[in-house]
């Protein structure tokens, strides 16, 4: 007698959206995860001055932005008036860094899934950590990445 056997795939994830498409990070590359077909993506969050929960990988805003320096020397306001298109189209663009609650609100209503890697904001780990938290703590129609399932970045 022949036995089936079923295949468990992981989960297909698109780092901070789809980065190659779209430039990282972003509303749009993160929608664009969505278009395509992907269910989860990754993303990095850090907190700004005034302390809201924004999209950044790096350190400084230098490599994604026009702006440069540390995200958390500036509030949400003026990070949001800063270019975040520009390093990868190159050219002038209408992109933004996005807030953390934005790109939540975008996944309820993608039915979309999140991986939060929180990203070093050095000496404000802690209100990092808290911040992201306070932010996320009653949502539920989003699904948590457990660190015991595979998973592969795309």
């Not at 702006?67 to 992109?95: C, H, R, V």
């Amino acid at each position: 007698m022949k036995q089936k056997k079923t295949l468990k795939l992981p989960k297909l994830i698109g780092h901070r959206g789809v980065k190659d498409l779209c430039p990282e990070n972003t509303l749009e590359s993160i929608t664009r995860a969505f278009e395509i077909g992907l269910n989860f993506v990754e993303i990095d969050v850090k907190i700004s001055k005034d302390k809201v929960p924004i999209l950044l990988h790096d350190d400084t805003l230098d490599r994604t932005t026009n702006g440069s320096g540390l995200a958390i020397d500036y509030d949400y306001e003026n990070i949001k008036k800063l270019d975040a298109g520009k390093f990868f189209y190159k050219k002038n663009t209408n992109i933004f860094v996005p807030k953390l609650e934005d790109i939540l609100n975008l996944c309820i209503n993608n039915n979309g899934n999140l991986n939060i890697e929180l990203k070093p904001n050095k000496n404000f780990e802690k209100e990092n950590t808290y911040q992201i938290y306070k932010l996320t703590k009653n949502i539920n129609k989003i699904e948590i990445i457990s660190n015991d399932e595979k998973k592969i970045s795309i």
